[in-house]
DNA sequence: ACCACAACCTGGCCGC
DNA sequence: TGCGGCCAGGTTGTGG
């Protein structure tokens, strides 16, 4: 599930692959897999411009391109990129390859067919709801605070909310909480500002280290030369269900917070703030 | 404004 | 072996 480590990990991979390149064309598999314009325009306005540069923005994989246009990239859950030669067949999940100007070609994966591609003018209208970069150094605790002032929600809930911090899933979101020390289902409102401090701690510590380890895969997640993640040797509670916690020991739980599965430890989370021990470190 | 939940999708897995 | 149903989760839309 590409968050923001694993597409921070495909810009880094592709930026110096494909900076500088031109579109020859574009051939779309699955027109669907554009969100904007409507796919003949897209093919049209792509062909001829020249990438200058790859950015990210939360989830979101940009691409820069001459004429003050940008491309942006959704991945989802199950989209991939892989840059290949020209001649390269497509594999059966391919939705839609860019043709560069190098003999080689972007080509969009996507299994369930969530992701989705943006061109557009403006790119605030595809990135303009995104709440503050975590890694940026002006995201800073007391930001987070405030965003979680008057959300009665679950803590693993509004880390979910883009509009709060711009990057985290299910994964990181979960690991943030257990290195902070807080329960999933804790009120965001009800986190002290040290607790706080705390979190904003942990959600960079996980997503730099996992950056530093090319991402996480469960399942799909590819980086584009196929090759997969490997923070997941490095997680501490999702997907882990049962296993040691890593701190302590106790056997971590899963539970349902806000329809999806939260991975936590009973005894470095404690959901009754009062007996809260250390935070877990590591 | 906030919150909960369905819908979008496919394929792997489980139980029968 | 085959098949129905569940589950995975990022985002948007809907209704309360």
Known sequence: MPELPEVETIRRELAPRVVGQTVVSV???????VATPDPERFVQEMRGRRIEALCRRGKFLIFQLSGGRSLAIHLRMTGQLHLLPATEALHPHTRAVIYLDNNRALHFRDQRKFGRLYLVEDLETVVGSLGPEPLEASWQPEDLWQSLQGRRAPIKSVLLDQRVVAGLGNIYADEALF??????????NTLTQEEVRRLHTAIRKVLTEAITHGGTTIRTYRRPGGTTGRYQRHRRVYGRENHPCPRCGTPIQRTRVGGRSAHFCPRCQPENTSSAASPARR
């Open 27 to 33: 051939r779309l598999l699955w027109p669907q897999a």
């Open 179 to 188: 290195v902070a020390g807080l329960h999933p289902l804790r009120p965001a």
